[in-house]
C-alpha cells in the first residue's frame, strides 16, 4: 500500500512537470550557438545550449518568462504557458548595438556564479580577431597565453603549457578528433583557422568525466556548421599568409557546406634575396552538414595541414595533421540528447636528406569511435554519460634510400598498437539555492598489444646503472619476441573520479572547489622544451608506465558592475613523469625504453582574472604565480637518478606571468588593442666549467635547470580601420594594422656557448627569433 501511494505522488509529480526544449541558432545563417544562456528570471535558473546548439528544462507547470542571450547577439524574450511539453527553437539576431550599450544581465551572471564549473576559459573569435599578434596573423593558441595559467617555452615554440604541465599533456580537439600538433612553422603560426572556428573552450581544472587521454588540460574547438541560408566568403589576406572560407546552402534550411584554405607565401620572394631556402604551410578546413529532421542531424567535418620546410634542395621536411569525422546527433526524446562520432586523425612527419640520401617517414593514427549522451533529468539534475574507444598505430620510423646510389639500407623501426577504453558518468545537481555539485566517475582502460621484435630484460630493466661511471647504460636484451597484434602484452585499469562544488556567497559571488583525476597512456618523449617533428610518441606498456594526475583546486567568483574577478589555487601532483637519461638519443631509437626514466612532477600557483566585460574599453588583466618541479630518483640507494634524484625546475616553469588586454571602440570606423607581456625566462642548464680529456674539451655542467634565460616581455599595438559599409554591396572588409614588440625587446631563445678564437675564451651567445615587426592585414566578407 505504501509502495502505491509513492508510486501515485511520483506520477503526480511528474504530470505536473514539463519539458520546454529546442536548438538555438544564429538567424542569419542557421549557424547552432554554444553556450547560449536559457533564463528563467524569477525562478533564477536556467541552463544553457550544449555543443550542437539543444537545450532542455523541466519545470512545473506554470507561465514562464524566458530569456534567451549571448554575447554579440541581440536577447530573445518570450512567455510560455508550460503545460505540455513544448519544443521551441530560436533565433537570434547579431546585435547591431555599440559596445557600451551591450549589458550582461545579471540573471546571467548569477547562472554562472552558481553553476560548479571552474578552470574553464573561453574566448570568442571576435575578440581573438582583436588582438595584435607577430605577423599580422590571428593565432587562436597566442591568444590563450594571455590567460592565467598558461604558458608557452617562448617565441616559436610549438605547443603551449597549462599549469606547470608539459605541452604533450593537453588534449587538443578539433571537432572531436584529436590534434597532435598545434602549431604551424615551428609555432609561429596555430593550426586553426579562425574563420573556420565556431567555439572554443580550455580546461585547466574540473575536468569533465567525458574527457581523458591527457592529463593537464583540454583545448576543446568546435568547426562552424556552414551557412544554411545563402553563399558567404569570408577572407584576409597578410604580408606572408592568406585565407579564404566559403561556406553556404547545398539544400536551403536543410543541408550546408563550409570549405576554407589558408596558406604562406613568404618563401616565394626569397629568390628574391639569392635565398633557395624554403618555409610554408597551408591547411584545409572541410565540412558538410545535414539536417535529416528536427531529431536527427548529420555532420562530416575534416581538417588538413602540412608544413614544408627545405634548405638548398638537400634537407626536405614535411609534417602536419589530418582529421575526419563523422557524427550522428539523435534527440531520443525533448530530455534525452545523443551523439555518436566516428574519428580518424593522423600525425605524419616525413624528412629528406639528399645529401645522405635517405627519406625517413614516422607517425602516429588513431581510429576512435565515441557515444556520448547527455540526459537532461529535471531542472536540478543532468546525466552525461557515454563510452570511447581509440585504437593507435605508433609508427616511431622508416628509413628508405632515395636513389639507386645512396647506399642506406631499408630500416623500419618497429610499429606499436595500443587500444585504449573508456565509460563515464557525470552528474551535475543543484542542492539548494546556493549549492550545486558536479561528480562524476571515467574508468579507463589500456591494452598495448603484441608487435615484431619485442625485446625481454633481465629483471624486467631496459637501463642499468653503472656505478663506477656513475652513468645509465642500456641494458642488452636476453630475448626477442613476435607477438601477434592480437595479443595484451600489458593491460591497464584506472579510475579517475571528479568532483567540483559551488557555494553562492551572494547573488554576485561565489566559492568553488574541484578535484580530478587524469590518466595519460601515451608519453612524448623531448629533449626539447617545445614539442619538435623529431620528438617520440610512446605507449605505456611492460616498460612504461601510465601517468597519473591528481588536481584540486579552490576559487573565488565574483561580478559586479561591468568587471568580473576570478582568483583560483591550484595543486598538482603527477606520477611516472618520463624524463630521458643524460646522453640519451632519441631520434631513431627501436627501443626507447632504454634512454628514460620514470620519476614525478608537482606543480601548483595562484591565478588571478580581472576582466572589464562592457562599454568602449574591455579588456582584462591575468597574474600566475607558479612553480612546476620534477623529480627522478634512482631506482636503488645506489643509483643517482637524474639531478642526483633532486628537485629541479621543469623546462616551462615561470614564476611570474602577467598579461593586460585591452580592446578601445573609438567609433564605428576605429578599434585600437593592446597587448603587454611579462613572463619570468625560462629554465635552462648552463656549462660550469671545462676539462681535457685525451686532448678532448669536455664540459661540466650545473644541476639541471638550475639558471634561467632573460625576462620575457614585449608590448603590441594594433588598430582596426572598418570603412563606412556600402549598403548597395555586399562587400564588407577592415584594415588592421600591427606592431608586434613594439620596443624591440630582443627576447632570448636560448643561450648557446662557443669558443672565441680571437680573445682565447669561451663567450655565451643569445639567440632572439623576433624583434619589432609592423603587420598589415586586410580581412572581408561577401
Known amino acids: ?28 545563417s542557421g549557424e547552432t550557438l554554444i553556450g547560449v544562456n536559457v533564463i528563467i528570471p524569477e525562478l533564477q535558473t536556467g541552463t544553457t545550449t550544449n555543443e550542437y546548439g539543444f537545450y532542455s528544462l523541466t519545470l512545473e507547470e506554470g507561465t514562464y518568462d524566458i530569456t534567451y542571450s549571448s554575447l554579440g547577439f541581440s536577447s530573445e524574450n518570450s512567455t510560455i504557458i508550460l503545460n505540455q511539453n513544448i519544443r521551441q527553437d530560436v533565433l537570434l539576431n547579431e546585435s547591431l548595438e555599440s559596445l557600451d550599450e551591450i549589458i550582461i544581465k545579471q540573471d546571467i551572471e548569477k547562472l554562472n556564479i552558481k553553476k560548479p564549473q571552474m578552470s574553464v576559459n573561453s574566448l570568442t573569435i571576435s575578440t581573438i580577431k582583436k588582438m595584435p599578434v607577430v605577423l599580422g596573423e590571428t593565432d587562436i593558441i597566442k591568444s590563450l597565453l594571455l590567460l592565467p595559467g598558461v604558458t608557452s617555452s617562448g617565441e616559436g615554440a610549438s605547443g603551449f603549457n597549462v599549469r606547470g604541465g608539459a605541452a604533450d599533456q593537453n588534449l587538443i580537439l578539433l571537432d572531436e578528433a584529436t590534434l597532435y600538433n598545434s602549431s604551424h612553422l615551428f609555432g609561429f603560426f596555430s593550426v586553426f583557422n579562425p574563420d573556420a572556428i565556431k567555439d572554443l573552450k580550455l580546461y585547466k581544472g574540473g575536468i569533465p568525466s567525458k574527457f581523458g587521454g591527457r592529463i593537464s588540460s583540454v583545448l576543446d574547438i568546435y568547426q562552424k556548421d556552414g551557412n544554411y541560408s545563402e553563399i558567404k566568403a569570408t577572407g584576409g589576406v597578410g604580408l606572408i599568409s592568406s585565407r579564404l572560407l566559403l561556406e553556404g546552402p547545398i539544400m536551403k534550411d536543410k543541408s550546408s557546406f563550409l570549405i ?137 620510423g622508416e628509413i628508405k634510400p632515395n636513389s639507386e646510389t645512396s647506399g642506406i639500407n631499408p630500416t ?100 568553488k572547489a574541484s578535484y580530478n583525476r587524469m590518466t595519460q597512456y601515451i608519453h612524448l618523449i623531448s629533449n626539447t622544451t617545445s614539442p619538435t617533428p623529431f620528438d617520440v610518441y610512446a605507449p605505456s606498456g611492460k616498460y612504461i608506465e601510465p601517468q597519473l594526475a591528481d588536481q584540486i583546486a579552490l576559487g573565488y567568483f565574483k561580478n559586479f558592475d561591468n568587471y568580473s574577478l576570478e582568483v583560483e589555487s591550484y595543486f598538482k601532483t603527477v606520477k611516472n613523469r618520463l624524463d630521458y637519461v643524460d646522453g640519451a638519443n632519441l631520434i631513431a631509437n627501436n627501443a626507447i625504453e632504454q634512454v628514460i626514466l620514470a620519476g614525478e612532477a608537482r606543480a601548483y600557483g595562484l591565478e588571478l582574472l580581472f576582466r572589464k566585460t562592457t562599454g568602449k574599453l ?22 643517482i637518478g637524474i639531478n642526483n634524484g633532486d628537485w629541479y625546475l621543469s623546462a616551462w616553469d615561470k614564476t611570474h606571468d602577467i598579461s593586460i ?41 650545473e644541476a639541471r635547470n638550475s639558471s634561467r634565460l632573460q625576462s620575457f616581455h614585449h608590448l603590441d599595438l594594433s588598430a582596426t580601420l572598418t570603412p563606412k559599409r556600402n549598403n548597395s554591396r555586399n562587400w564588407n572588409s577592415e584594415w588592421v594594422f600591427s606592431i608586434y614588440n613594439l620596443y624591440n625587446r630582443m627576447n632570448a631563445a636560448s643561450v648557446s656557448f662557443r669558443e672565441n678564437t680571437d680573445l682565447g675564451r669561451n663567450e655565451a651567445v643569445k639567440l632572439s627569433i623576433f624583434g619589432i615587426i609592423p603587420a598589415v592585414t586586410y580581412n572581408f566578407t561577401f
Request: aromatic content about 18%; charged content about 15%; hydrophobic content about 35%.
Open 412 to 511: 623500419k623501426l618497429t610499429d606499436k598498437f595500443a587500444f585504449e577504453n573508456a565509460i563515464y558518468l557525470d552528474a551535475e545537481y543543484t542542492i539548494s539555492n546556493k549549492i550545486a555539485v558536479q561528480a562524476g566517475l571515467r574508468l579507463s582502460t589500456f591494452n598495448r598489444l603484441g608487435q615484431d621484435e619485442f625485446y625481454i630484460y633481465e629483471n624486467n630493466q631496459p637501463n642499468v646503472f653503472n656505478n663506477g661511471l656513475k652513468i645509465y647504460e642500456k641494458a642488452p636484451p636476453i630475448d626477442t619476441l613476435t607477438i601477434s597484434k592480437g595479443t595484451t602484452i600489458r593491460s591497464f585499469i584506472r579510475p579517475e573520479p571528479r568532483f567540483s562544488i559551488a557555494y553562492q556567497l551572494s547573488n554576485e559571488s561565489s566559492i
Open 1 to 28: 500500500m505504501l509502495f502505491l501511494s509513492f508510486q501515485a505522488l511520483c506520477s503526480q509529480n511528474q504530470k505536473n512537470k514539463f519539458t520546454l526544449s529546442g536548438t538555438i541558432s544564429e538567424a542569419s
Open 661 to 701: 588586454t585591452a580592446n578601445y571602440q573609438l567609433n564605428d570606423k576605429w578599434t585600437f588593442g593592446a597587448n603587454f607581456i611579462f613572463q619570468t625566462g625560462q629554465p635552462v642548464t648552463f656549462p660550469n666549467g671545462q676539462y681535457v680529456y685525451n686532448g678532448i674539451v669536455v664540459p661540466t655542467f
Open 618 to 639: 574591455q579588456g582584462w588583466i591575468a597574474y600566475t604565480l607558479s612553480k612546476s618541479e620534477q623529480k627522478t630518483p634512482g631506482r636503488t640507494p645506489e643509483e
Open 260 to 396: 576554407g584554405g589558408r596558406s604562406s607565401y613568404a618563401h616565394l620572394f626569397l629568390p628574391l634575396f639569392d635565398n633557395d631556402n624554403v618555409a610554408y604551410f597551408y591547411d584545409l578546413n572541410t565540412k558538410i552538414s545535414y539536417r535529416i529532421n528536427e531529431n536527427n542531424n548529420l555532420y562530416l567535418s575534416g581538417y588538413f595541414g602540412r608544413d614544408v620546410f627545405e634548405i638548398s634542395e638537400s634537407f626536405s621536411n614535411s609534417f602536419g595533421n589530418s582529421t575526419v569525422n563523422l557524427r550522428w546527433n539523435h534527440l531520443f526524446s525533448d530530455k534525452l540528447f545523443s551523439n555518436l562520432s566516428l574519428i580518424f586523425s593522423d600525425y605524419y612527419y616525413g624528412l629528406t636528406l639528399d645529401f645522405v640520401g635517405f627519406n625517413f617517414d614516422s607517425g602516429i593514427k588513431n581510429y576512435n569511435l565515441k557515444y556520448d549522451f547527455k540526459h537532461y533529468l529535471n531542472e536540478n539534475l543532468q546525466l552525461n554519460y557515454g563510452l570511447n574507444s581509440t585504437y593507435y598505430n605508433f609508427i616511431p
